[in-house]
């Protein structure tokens, strides 16, 4: 079982430092029980703050694929046809056991990612509270009735699962957005497949294992590894009949435009370039306690990462605090750190070449992180704070989403050119006004052109009721994730007419 396996499974994961001979695989979750893989690639997956090898994660191979296919299908009708309720007694026991398992896996999150580890704890609570709204979700099954539309003729409008239905989860939030996901689409009576991150897959096998403990029957949850040649296999699958994706633009894009060919149902959260607009009249402490926060929590690897400041007129003055506010920011990822290292030498690589490009093209580098880490830490994947100053639109650090610990600074005359310039990027997940004037504010409310919008709140994230509304260039699709948009993205409707 998959309860027992992941117990073994978890002893090498929270600290045996094993030679890379001896690192075992993670092994997939099909049909209620783990399937160790019998592929031949596989892609190591690191502590990224120390290099450390903790485990092997594989690609997952045809027959593979097929199993978890396979048993989702089989698995499809009867839980289609298990009452509502009983569905949601299953999600609030799900609920419960993630409630008493977030220590648990915010450490699994911080030696696989990297995050410090409160923000390792919010991507659990952030999580758990869509998975708790997933649990009330029933209600917003059913559809309009109409009696006696016409002479004796009455109308109801019912909706039904949509079927197997895919989930593709970053590694930057690997135990929130599955949990954006795979309850939702369990909640509106459909078995998924989940595909997480082969960078940090273990946050999505314990809430597997937590799942089965709750109840979850056989198939209706199963998780497959691997990258794009496992995405490309799962989405051949003609049973696949929604899928359901975070992550980059490009690949989110190829998702989007092959499972729409096929007629499968998709929504994809892609890239971001998140700007907060700064006016002279703001609250000047809590906005530079607010932008170094939202700039370089989870080292900037989240999309909605505040990595663009739009300083208006004499706003630009906030540019040395800002720099000392970020300075006293500490690396480590113990308890008392602010800022952990990225993910893996990959990705520091490239915010370092992002960095490189920042300077060949002129912009200003006024906090360079290049090189800064822990004083106990000898090797690592660290880049410090990083804040550049006159930027302009044409650059690459500004047209481009640098996913690390890099703010940049635009500097304007007035309130429109910051407006206008946030509306003509053609990313829209999230953007921010800092001011003191309900005028301004409601202002900018009305004129921004982007899906999530804050005053004076760094990363505008509303309840899960609300939904994930990024916008424009960050998503692709018609129904947004979660929220009210979920139980219509994981259903569909039948119209039934009858006369007696």
């Not at 690191?46 to 199993?67: F, S, Y």
């Not at 004499?314 to 690396?331: F, G, K, V």
């Not at 800022?339 to 200003?364: D, F, N, Q, W, Y």
């Not at 994930?468 to 139980?487: I, K, M, V």
Request: with cysteine; hydrophobic share 40%; proline share 5%.
């Amino acid at each position: 079982m998959l309860t027992v396996g992941w117990r073994v499974f978890r002893r090498e994961l929270v600290g045996v430092v094993r030679s890379s001979r001896r690192v075992s695989s993670v092994p997939h979750y099909i049909d209620g029980k783990e399937v160790a893989s019998k592929c031949e690639n596989f892609t190591e997956v690191t502590n990224p703050a120390t290099g450390e090898i903790l485990h092997r994660v594989p690609c997952a191979t045809d027959e593979e694929v097929d199993g978890a296919v396979r048993a989702a299908f089989d698995a499809a009708q009867d839980w289609k046809r298990t009452p509502q309720a009983q569905r949601s007694r299953i999600l609030f026991r799900l609920r419960e056991e993630v409630a008493g398992s977030i220590e648990e896996i915010a450490s699994i999150i911080t030696r696989e990612l990297g995050k410090v580890p409160v923000d390792a704890r919010g991507d659990v609570l952030r999580g758990l509270e869509v998975l708790e709204y997933s649990c009330g979700v029933a209600a917003n099954l059913s559809g309009p009735t109409y009696l006696n539309m016409s002479v004796g003729l009455d109308a109801i409008q019912i909706r039904e699962p949509i079927g197997v239905c895919l989930g593709i989860t970053p590694f930057n939030f690997p135990a929130m957005i599955p949990l954006w996901i795979f309850p939702m689409a369990l909640a509106c009576g459909n078995p998924i497949i989940m595909k997480p991150s082969e960078i940090a897959p273990s946050a999505m096998m314990k809430l597997a294992s937590l799942a089965t403990t709750a109840g979850v029957p056989r198939g209706v949850l199963n998780v497959v590894h691997g990258g794009r040649e496992t995405v490309t296999r799962l989405l051949s699958k003609q049973e696949i009949k929604a899928v359901s994706f975070v992550g980059s633009t490009s690949a989110g894009t190829e998702i989007y435009k092959t499972a729409t060919s096929l007629g499968i149902r998709a929504q994809c959260n892609l890239g971001a370039k998140n700007h907060g607009i700064v006016l002279p009249d703001c609250n000047r402490d809590l906005t530079i306690r607010s932008i170094v926060g939202a700039a370089f929590g989870a080292s900037g690897q989240r999309c909605m990462a505040l990595s663009t400041i739009v300083l208006v007129g004499d706003a630009r003055n906030l540019l040395s605090a800002l720099r000392e506010e970020a300075m006293n920011l500490r690396l480590g990822t113990s308890a008392d750190s602010d800022v952990g290292p990225l993910v893996t030498r990959a990705a520091r690589k490239r915010v370092e070449l992002m960095i490189e490009k920042g300077i060949e093209e002129g912009a200003s580098l006024i906090l360079d992180g290049r090189g800064m880490k822990p004083s106990n830490s000898i090797s690592g994947n660290w880049i410090g704070p990083t804040i550049f100053s006159k930027v302009h639109q044409t650059m690459s650090i500004y047209q481009e989403e640098i996913f690390g610990p890099v703010l940049i600074a635009i500097e304007v005359d007035t309130f429109k050119e910051a407006i206008d310039l946030v509306n003509r990027n053609p990313y829209a997940n999230g953007t921010c006004l800092f001011t003191s004037s309900a005028i301004s504010a409601q202002h900018f409310q009305q004129a921004i052109d982007v899906g999530q919008v804050g005053v004076n709140v760094p990363i505008p994230l509303g309840s899960p009721g609300f939904g994930f509304t990024g916008s424009r260039g960050s998503f692709l699709g018609d129904l947004p994730f979660y929220g009210p948009f979920s139980p219509v993205f994981y259903t569909k409707a039948k119209s039934i007419l009858t006369r007696w």
